[in-house]
């Protein structure tokens, strides 16, 4: 039986953009943590430009940036050592 064309859905893909590009005002510095964390996955991963939305000259600012932090300790590398040393302060 086929099914009537009225009850088929289209989803609409919405656009990504580059936040920079859009907002002249936000700096992308490896002091400001809390834009960087938005950017690495939860594995402590850089996001790929795909994903993230941001234009060519942005992602290799926010790169750039991400790894000076992590220089700099203000942010991981990588997170899955946390877990298994909080796990053992635990028990």
């Known amino acids: 039986m086929a099914t009537p064309n009225h009850t088929k859905r289209r989803f609409y893909i919405r656009r ?13 510095s490896y002091k ?8 690495i996955t939860d594995r402590g991963k850089i996001m790929p430009r ?14 750039i940036a991400i ?13 899955t050592g946390l877990e298994n040393r909080q796990k053992r302060e635990v028990i």
């Open 16 to 28: 990504k953009f580059c936040r920079f590009c859009a907002d002249p005002k936000l700096e992308i």
């Open 32 to 39: 400001n943590i809390d834009i960087l964390r938005q950017f």
């Open 50 to 63: 795909r994903i993230s939305g941001n234009c060519a000259r942005h992602q290799r600012q926010i790169t």
């Open 67 to 79: 790894k000076r932090a992590r220089h700099l300790a203000l942010l991981p590398y990588t997170t």
